[in-house]
């Protein structure tokens, strides 16, 4: 399924993006943002700057350097949070706009061991804890 970029909330950056996550910082070629739902401690999602319904349609080039900027938000996370592991997800059935979901699992945490959920509705912080957790993610970008 292609997604039309009218519908699309990345490229709408509309207020259902808002509600689900913040903005952390726009990298090389995507935006880093922080889930606003933080069972798994760091939660953060990478999304291309273009409306791009999947990784082969990029060239070598701009994958490459998409790819560069999941691995900066991901080192950037380690650095921050400490998990065990980072899950990467790129789950695009209903909304092809390529990005990536990356989940911190610790030992003791949720589904470790297991598959994370796309949105438990368990855990949301003030405005504070988010800002805080932004500021640190990045400092490290």
Do not use: W
């Amino acid at each position: 399924m292609y997604s039309d970029p009218k519908d699309c909330l990345y490229c709408q950056n509309n207020q259902t993006l808002h509600d689900l996550m913040i903005e952390i910082k726009t990298l090389r070629v995507s935006r880093a943002f922080i889930f606003k739902e933080q069972t798994y401690r760091g939660r953060c999602l990478v999304a291309y700057n273009g409306h791009v319904n999947d990784l082969n349609e990029l060239t070598e080039e701009e994958r490459n350097a998409f790819m560069a900027d999941v691995a900066d938000v991901t080192r950037a996370m380690q650095r921050v949070f400490n998990p065990e592991k980072i899950n990467y997800g790129a789950f695009s059935d209903k909304l092809s706009h390529l990005h990536f979901h990356l989940a911190p699992k610790y030992v003791d945490g949720p589904d470790y061991g297991g598959i994370f959920r796309m949105n438990p509705g368990e855990v949301y912080l003030s405005d504070e804890e988010y800002q805080e957790m932004i500021n640190k993610i990045k400092a490290e970008l």
